[in-house]
């Protein structure tokens, strides 16, 4: 009489190397759903002394330099050196009649005039790697100055982020049209100066960016913003979230999950392990990761 083998009984050893690699797995998934946040401070120029508290705070941020401003080429200089990114911050007529200082894009300027300011504004900043609109409600409604634009910023290898002043931009479709490396503002730090809001828009910024993967966040050096970021290394932790400079955000640069920082075979070959939806709600047993 033919007897079926008995089904092996897995040992302890194979029972903890499968618990062990379900749980490298869940860690390694947990990291690539952490997310990535770019701060851009934008109004770098006038104000000496916030400037370089702007420049000196510690991390990957991204200081968007006003042209012709008193400081603006010193401070871009000095945030370089201390390792920020550099965009331009480029004045844009606006609806509001707000005045623009020297180096504005306006409405219905020539298409010659128009890329000769924007020529001088990107020569007058140091290390400029991309541009985004100051104010500019009204310009950045208009699709033939903004394909001006995208198509000189594409000229020089550099990228635009819309700070979105209006909802009714056409910036970042442009932009797109032109297939320049492009993203839109997600959240701003500090529309209302309050600490407290500040406090509650980074946090939005940092739920923003592990629902999205990333996300882009524009302040201003504002005392109370400045207080923040000096103090935003526990929040990071608590949101597992990584600063970035702008640049990495683009979607021509986004990382691959080719590239090297996938270990576990992808949730689906695991059939066994529960896929991971929402790491702010984790299984019981994973709770310590938080
Ligand atoms: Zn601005």
């Known amino acids: 009489m033919a007897v079926s083998n008995p089904l ?3 040992s302890l050893a194979h029972r ?12 390694s998934s947990l990291e690539l759903q952490a997310g990535q946040l770019a701060i851009i401070i934008d109004d770098i120029g006038y104000n000496l002394d916030a400037g370089r508290r702007a420049a000196d705070l510690s991390g990957d941020y991204t200081l ?3 042209p012709f401003t008193p400081h603006g ?5 000095r945030a370089y050196r201390r390792g920020k990114e550099i ?9 509001q009649h707000l005045p623009l200082g020297k180096g504005g894009l306006e409405s219905g300027m020539s298409r010659e005039t128009f890329l000769q300011v924007l020529e001088r504004n990107l020569a007058d900043i140091p290390h400029v790697r991309g541009v985004n609109n100051h104010t500019g409600s009204q310009l950045t409604q208009e699709e033939e100055p903004m394909r001006w634009l995208m198509a000189e910023l594409k000229q020089r290898g550099l990228y635009f982020v819309d700070s979105r002043t209006t909802a009714k ?5 442009m932009a797109e049209a032109a297939g320049l490396p492009n993203r839109k503002r997600d959240v701003f730090l500090d529309d209302r100066p309050e600490p407290a809001h500040v406090a509650s828009q980074l946090e939005l910024a940092m739920a923003t960016a ?3 993967g990333s996300a882009v966040a524009i302040g201003h050096p504002y005392p109370s913003t400045l207080a923040a970021l000096e103090k935003i290394a ?10 970035v400079k702008a640049s990495l955000l683009m979607p021509s640069s986004r990382p691959s999950v080719n590239a090297g920082q996938c270990l576990a075979p992808p949730l689906s070959l695991w059939a066994e392990t529960p896929p991971l939806h929402d790491p702010f709600s984790l299984p019981p047993a994973l709770k310590w990761l938080e």
């Open 16 to 27: 903890l190397m499968r618990w062990l690699s379900m749980l490298v797995l869940a860690v």
């Open 87 to 95: 965009m331009l911050h480029a004045p844009m007529s606006n609806e």
């Open 234 to 243: 526990p929040l990071l932790e608590k949101y597992a979230i990584t600063l």
């Open 169 to 173: 931009t056409r910036a970042q479709a």
């Open 210 to 212: 592990r629902r999205q």
């Open 64 to 66: 968007a330099v006003l």
């Open 8 to 10: 092996p009984v897995p």
């Open 73 to 77: 080429r010193e401070l871009a200089e």
